[in-house]
């Protein structure tokens, strides 16, 4: 953990012999997902949280799955975990309740990674093994989840990033960020970067006047 600002020095939130990958808050913030990969047969944990001004805290962890289930993701309600898995021998976009109760959904069904909840409570997306977005649609009854056939949501194929997350979904669910393939003439290497820009607001208002 390492505060938004910049100050300050990271701090360790759990401990490990093994490397573990964060990937998921809970919606409100009180819950952490990682995975943690160690020698095949990786675990899929979540940790509770508290924040006070120190920073954030954490509690003990807890295994949510024991198996290899990476990507993990929090439904926008907390009730969900969307998640990958290689248990049928290609990797496959999942979903249990939160906490597990056993039950479990494939939504892919052509090999999927990286899911994203929709905001609005009614859609999952995922991204295929050839970087193409995919959405389903998904409607849940109790503790049952039911989701529609997988649909293209773009034709547009996405960058490679070497396994790396390359996609990912606005906070209002209404775009999504991705690392598009550059385009170049034929026998030409492609070059790929990817630009950030800090202080944007900050920024234009150095250059703009105020009331242009």
Same mark, same amino acid.
């Given at each position: 953990?390492?505060?938004?600002?910049? %100050?300050?020095?990271?701090?360790?939130? $759990?401990?490990?012999?093994?490397?573990? !990958?964060?990937? @998921?808050?809970?919606?409100?913030?009180?819950?952490?997902?990682?995975?943690?990969?160690?020698?095949? $047969?990786?675990?899929?944990?979540?940790?509770?949280?508290?924040?006070?001004?120190?920073?954030?805290?954490?509690?003990?962890?807890?295994?949510? !799955?024991?198996?290899?289930?990476?990507? !993990?993701?929090?439904? %926008? &309600?907390?009730?969900?975990?969307?998640?990958?898995?290689?248990?049928?021998? $290609?990797?496959?976009?999942?979903?249990?309740?939160?906490?597990?109760?056993?039950?479990?959904?494939?939504? %892919?069904?052509?090999? /999927? $990674?990286?899911?994203?909840? @929709?905001?609005?409570?009614?859609?999952?997306?995922?991204?295929?093994?050839?970087?193409?977005?995919?959405?389903?649609?998904?409607?849940?009854?109790?503790?049952?989840?039911?989701?529609?056939?997988?649909?293209?949501? @773009?034709?547009?194929?996405?960058?490679? %990033? /070497? /396994?790396?997350?390359?996609?990912?979904?606005?906070?209002?669910?209404?775009?999504?960020?991705?690392?598009?393939?550059?385009?170049?003439?034929?026998?030409?290497?492609?070059? @790929?970067?990817?630009?950030?820009?800090?202080?944007?607001? &900050? &920024?234009?208002?150095?250059?703009?006047?105020?009331?242009?």
């Amino acid at each position: 953990m390492i505060r938004s600002d910049g %100050s300050g020095k990271p701090q360790p939130l $759990t401990q490990s012999k093994n490397r573990q !990958l964060p990937r @998921s808050f809970a919606p409100d913030g009180k819950r952490l997902a990682f995975f943690e990969p160690a020698s095949g $047969t990786g675990k899929a944990w979540t940790v509770p949280l508290e924040s006070d001004n120190a920073g954030l805290r954490a509690g003990k962890p807890e295994v949510f !799955l024991q198996t290899q289930a990476n990507a !993990l993701s929090f439904s %926008s &309600d907390g009730r969900w975990m969307a998640y990958v898995s290689n248990e049928s021998g $290609t990797d496959q976009v999942y979903v249990r309740a939160f906490p597990d109760k056993g039950g479990k959904w494939q939504i %892919s069904n052509r090999g /999927g $990674t990286w899911p994203m909840w @929709s905001r609005n409570g009614r859609e999952l997306f995922f991204e295929t093994l050839d970087n193409h977005i995919m959405v389903a649609a998904y409607a849940v009854k109790g503790d049952s989840f039911a989701a529609d056939k997988p649909r293209v949501w @773009s034709e547009k194929q996405l960058g490679t %990033s /070497g /396994g790396r997350k390359n996609v990912d979904l606005a906070p209002d669910g209404k775009r999504i960020v991705i690392l598009m393939r550059v385009e170049t003439e034929q026998g030409q290497k492609a070059q @790929s970067h990817v630009i950030f820009l800090e202080n944007f607001v &900050d &920024d234009v208002r150095r250059k703009v006047p105020v009331g242009k």
